[in-house]
């Protein structure tokens, strides 16, 4: 696979953290029950319950994994981990 650039990466990356808080949306999930952090320079995005501090999730990513995975899958994937309270996803 070429390499991509940074530009490709970043777009890939904003584009699952709107994925992300998409899936909450469908899950009922409102905007001021949790606040995100997509952190473009790790690949990092968090979720936090505000109310539960405790419940802090994270997904660190790969390039590859931006650009090998289904990134409609990889946020329903983080979305069920948070629900379930199994903790971050980590490459």
Known sequence: MPLQSAN?????????AGLVRHEFWLH???PEDYGFVADADTLTIRARKQEDHDSDCELTLTDEM???????ALASEFYARI??????LRR
């Open 83 to 88: 629900c379930k309270g199994r903790g971050g």
């Open 8 to 16: 490709d990466v970043h777009e890939r990356f904003f584009l699952l």
């Open 66 to 72: 931006l650009f090998q995975r289904d990134l409609h």
């Open 28 to 30: 009922g999930q409102k």
